[in-house]
Structure formats: structure tokens, C-alpha cells
């Protein structure tokens, strides 16, 4: 099976929008919000899962996924899953994308989401050496 990155389909999403091509970026777009916020919770682990300002339960995104195969989010292995690693630059660059989807469409629920992730980023990735 193919790979879906999230870095690649964050990159796309923001050049589509960009290009005033909203409605493909949206197919990318909210396939990272279907995958940010996992319907069913049963087999996510709790430690997976962040609590975000929107309230919702929020699950990072993994690097890379299947294609062909539905993923579940806060799922971070199985076939659908293609590297299952969590990093804060895949992550951030989804956030960008978010937020650039929102700022052109007007669509609120965009930049929530890019705010979600940015908190959960800070919980799971922030240093605690005092550099801020």
C-alpha cells in the first residue's frame, strides 16, 4: 500500500489554499481533523489523548499513514498506520495548515482545531529547563 504523510498533505493543503483551490484542500484538511478527533475511544490509550480548549478529546496525528486503509485516530499502529512516530513538527505543520484552511475560508471549527493542536503540543512537547 501507498504512504500518506502528514508533513506532505499539511504542505499540500496550505499551496492549494494558497492557489484558491479550498475544496481540495479540504479533502486534506479534514481528514487531519477526522484523525485529530477520534469518534470512538475504546483501544486509544488514555496517555494519547490530550484535553484541548474546544473540549473535545484530541489524539496527535501520526507521521505517515496507509493509504487505502481507514485509520482511527489515537490508533498508532496496525495496517492503517504506516509510521506511527507522533512529533511536534508533523503536528504543527497539520496546525498550519488548519489555520491557513480557516483564515481563507472563514470556516471558525479550522483555526478551533488548529488551536487544539497547538495546546496539545504544548502539553506534550513542552521543555521544562526554564528557556521558556
Given at each position: 500500500?501507498?504512504?500518506?504523510?502528514?508533513?506532505d498533505n499539511a504542505?499540500?493543503?496550505?499551496?492549494?489554499?494558497k492557489?484558491g483551490?479550498?475544496?481540495?484542500?479540504?479533502?486534506?484538511v479534514?481528514?487531519?481533523?477526522e484523525?485529530?478527533?477520534?469518534?470512538?475511544?475504546?483501544?486509544v490509550?488514555?496517555?494519547?489523548?490530550?484535553?484541548v480548549?474546544?473540549?473535545?478529546?484530541?489524539?496527535?496525528?501520526?507521521?505517515?499513514?496507509?493509504?487505502?486503509?481507514?485509520?482511527?485516530g489515537g490508533?498508532y499502529?496496525?495496517?492503517?498506520v504506516f509510521?506511527?512516530?507522533?512529533?511536534?513538527?508533523?503536528?504543527?505543520?497539520?496546525?498550519?495548515?488548519?489555520a491557513?484552511?480557516?483564515a481563507?475560508?472563514?470556516e471558525?471549527?479550522?483555526a478551533?482545531?488548529?488551536?487544539?493542536?497547538?495546546?496539545?503540543?504544548?502539553?506534550?512537547?513542552?521543555c521544562d529547563?526554564?528557556?521558556?
Amino acid at each position: 500500500p501507498g504512504r500518506c504523510d502528514t508533513y506532505d498533505n499539511a504542505v499540500a493543503a496550505i499551496y492549494l489554499v494558497k492557489r484558491g483551490r479550498t475544496e481540495a484542500a479540504r479533502k486534506l484538511v479534514d481528514a487531519f481533523v477526522e484523525l485529530l478527533y477520534p469518534r470512538k475511544l475504546a483501544g486509544v490509550s488514555p496517555q494519547a489523548l490530550y484535553e484541548v480548549p474546544s473540549g473535545r478529546k484530541l489524539a496527535l496525528l501520526a507521521t505517515a499513514y496507509s493509504v487505502g486503509v481507514p485509520a482511527r485516530g489515537g490508533v498508532y499502529w496496525g495496517k492503517a498506520v504506516f509510521e506511527g512516530a507522533v512529533d511536534t513538527g508533523n503536528n504543527a505543520w497539520a496546525a498550519m495548515a488548519l489555520a491557513h484552511f480557516s483564515a481563507a475560508t472563514g470556516e471558525a471549527c479550522y483555526a478551533a482545531a488548529a488551536r487544539d493542536v497547538m495546546h496539545a503540543l504544548q502539553k506534550h512537547g513542552a521543555c521544562d529547563d526554564g528557556l521558556g
